[in-house]
């Protein structure tokens, strides 16, 4: 089983910036690719980013490219997501997610966190 749990949403000012961690446990077989999505209610849920375990290769959904970034320590026990020029179409409930691959479909991924809001004042 993998366990998944997101920190840091919050109020943010457009412009402005927000730093997400998801710190995970489990079996480690299970997660050699982690992602962020998003969700607004009453829409898909949204890829934003996601990371192999080696780090060497990140995706980056089109609405956020430029803009956030997507790490993990080595062992990948933790995945951040730096979120930058925040604007208020990015407020959503964001959730981190667990798979085998670096894919940017949501059925992909097998394991998912309880989430966290992120709002963007204007």
């Known amino acids: 089983q993998v366990a998944l749990v997101e920190f840091g949403g919050g109020l943010v000012q457009a412009g402005g910036s927000l730093g997400l961690s998801c710190v995970i446990s489990?079996?480690?077989?299970?997660?050699?690719?982690m992602g962020w999505f998003r969700q607004v209610p009453g829409q898909e849920r949204e890829f934003v980013a996601a990371?192999?375990?080696?780090?060497?290769?990140?995706l980056y959904g089109d609405s956020v490219k430029g803009r956030f970034i997507i790490s993990s320590d080595n062992d990948m026990n933790t995945v951040y997501l730096e979120m930058n020029s925040l604007k208020p179409e990015d407020t959503a409930v964001y959730y981190c997610?667990?798979?085998?691959?670096?894919?940017?479909?949501?059925?992909?991924?097998?394991?998912w966190g309880q989430g966290t809001q992120v709002t963007v004042s204007s």
């Open positions: 997610a667990a798979g085998t691959l670096v894919r940017t479909e949501a059925a992909e991924y097998d394991y």
């Open positions: 489990g079996r480690t077989f299970s997660r050699d690719a």
């Open positions: 990371i192999s375990r080696s780090g060497g290769l990140t």
